[in-house]
């Protein structure tokens, strides 16, 4: 059956410059098996389908799957997933604020002009990571205990543990060893130095992603992420309530989240360009 599908960027106002995602419209119909075999055929890190609510006060549900199997959240989908919602002439039921289902509940996206952010959800776990799980993240970056300036579980459904180190050079330099990774999921963060280039075009970290374990080595720009680094190191005083992010330089991308404390709530925000707009036999 054809359906429509759109093949959005995200986090980039360049195409080819973010991170896309595949999005299957009107897929309230298809099989679990058959999504998870799409996702596998596509390849990207996730690929999205886009059906009916079932919750109240939802203007539609997303189911997310990358190549190795569904996932309850991730951000660079919502945020593109939203875009070709609106793209294909979905309307919100609230005017500026769309209301996605999906298996983390209900996330809310602001559309500011174009530009849209979701809030953060909830963090599923969080806290100190203990000394076996440290150790065995931290060989599997190779790095030594010295490297590591701190590191938590940011964990708001994928299963993410965050680790800073001193220096975005540092973040940039890292060759991980992704069989030792085993089943985690690894976002690294180094800020910028005052007075760098990047700091003076306003970006503030670097931040790389890895994910062995969903077929995905490394992400290129990693919404999720982001926003459990974020929730982390504003709470805890070691980045600015408001600040930019910078991912996918070590593979070529140039993605930009923009992250802002407002309240109890950090927004993820981030440009998106639709670059491609056709149908899928599924």
Do not use: K
């Amino acid at each position: 059956m054809s359906r429509r599908f759109s093949q959005v960027d995200v986090f980039t106002s360049e195409f080819l410059r973010g991170n896309p995602v595949a999005v299957v419209h009107d897929a309230g119909a298809v099989a679990d098996q058959d999504m998870a075999a799409f996702a596998r055929w596509t390849n990207l890190s996730e690929t999205t389908f886009l059906l009916p609510p079932t919750r109240p006060g939802a203007d539609y549900r997303l189911r997310i799957f990358t190549p190795g199997g569904e996932i309850p959240f991730a951000g660079h989908p919502t945020l593109g997933s939203a875009r070709a919602w609106l793209d294909a002439g979905g309307v919100p039921a609230t005017a500026g604020r769309l209301v996605q289902e999906c298996g983390v509940g209900l996330v809310t996206i602001a559309d500011d002009g174009g530009r849209l952010a979701f809030a953060a959800p909830p963090l599923r776990r969080s806290g100190p990571v203990d000394a076996s799980d440290l150790a065995a993240v931290v060989g599997s970056l190779r790095l030594g205990a010295d490297d590591v300036v701190d590191a938590a579980w940011v964990d708001n459904g994928p299963g993410w543990v965050g680790v800073l180190l001193r220096d975005a050079a540092d973040v940039l330099a890292l060759e991980p060893d992704y069989t030792a990774m085993g089943d985690y999921l690894v976002g690294v963060v180094g800020p910028y130095p005052e007075g760098s280039d990047a700091r003076l075009a306003g970006v503030h970290f670097e931040v790389r992603g890895f994910a062995p374990s969903l077929d995905v080595p490394e992400d290129p720009v990693t919404g999720s992420l982001s926003a459990g680094l974020a929730q982390w190191l504003i709470g805890s005083g070691r980045a600015p309530s408001s600040y930019i992010a910078q991912q996918g330089t070590a593979l070529g991308r140039r993605g930009l989240i923009r992250l802002a404390a407002e309240g109890t709530e950090v927004w993820v925000g981030g440009d998106t360009v639709v670059g491609i707009r056709g149908t899928v036999e599924l």
